[in-house]
């Protein structure tokens, strides 16, 4: 079946502009996370939905970042006036009930100018 | 002190050559200890993982935990050049969420 994707793949804003990301996780996954990865550098946890509970936000790393996701199934991740330091890939995953097998999307490789 | 701890690297090794990947971690609530192999450009995927102490055999691949030392191994057998990518150690505990290490780079050469 299909696995998850991102959209968009790339992304070039300016600094100060908004951008939305877009996850389409696989289809029964209750679970979906967010990342983000600066070059060279692990993933950094941003955002967790599990199924109709409330979303750990405790990633996020300033107001400027927020997530929706609607029922169990897409999700956006919002990032505003944007920062040439929210420069990464952004990576979204999903699993069956919070089990731990997280099968990744693609990514949006982001860049602000 | 960061929650994973694992050396970028990179490591270059020959063909057929024994791999050892190491990641140390501090969070003793840590049960589930996954690795992720990501090739450049894509997503990780998962390779393997283990629940609490012991190893766990696939292939040409082992995987180790110590919780004793809150140490993880991961050994490649016989390298391949396929098997260059970057792996991401990823313990979690009971709270569905994975704490990923930085990634070590692997070249292995023909």
């Known amino acids: 079946g299909a696995g998850v994707s991102q959209s968009p793949s790339n992304k070039v804003t300016e600094k100060g502009k908004d951008v939305e990301l877009r996850c389409d996780p696989i289809?029964?996954?209750?679970?979906l996370y967010w990342y983000r990865q600066r070059l060279g550098q692990g993933l950094e946890f941003l955002i967790y939905?599990?199924?109709?509970?409330?979303?750990?936000k405790s990633g996020l790393p300033s107001d400027r970042f927020s997530a929706e996701r609607t029922g169990e199934s897409v999700s956006t991740l919002t990032i505003q006036r944007t920062q040439q330091e929210d420069s990464a890939v952004y990576l979204c995953a999903s699993s069956f009930r919070g089990f731990y097998e997280q099968f990744f999307g693609p990514g949006t490789r982001l860049t602000v100018l | 002190q960061k929650e994973v701890e694992q050396d970028p690297g990179p490591l270059s090794v020959p063909e057929g050559a024994i791999v050892s990947l190491n990641c140390t971690y501090s969070?003793?609530?840590?049960?589930?200890f996954m690795w992720y192999r990501q090739y450049s450009r894509k997503g990780p995927e998962l390779l393997m993982y283990t629940y609490s102490s012991g190893n766990k055999e696939d292939g040409r691949f082992t995987a180790q935990v110590d919780k004793s030392s809150k140490y993880i191994s991961l050994f490649i057998r016989d390298s391949q050049p396929s098997d260059s990518a970057t792996y991401l150690c990823?313990?979690?505990?009971?709270?569905?969420?994975?704490?990923f290490g930085q990634g070590t780079t692997l070249q292995v050469k023909p």
């Open positions: 969070n003793s609530a840590f049960q589930y």
């Open positions: 289809s029964g996954h209750t679970a």
């Open positions: 990823a313990p979690g505990g009971n709270t569905g969420k994975l704490i």
């Open positions: 939905f599990q199924g109709n509970s409330a979303p750990d």
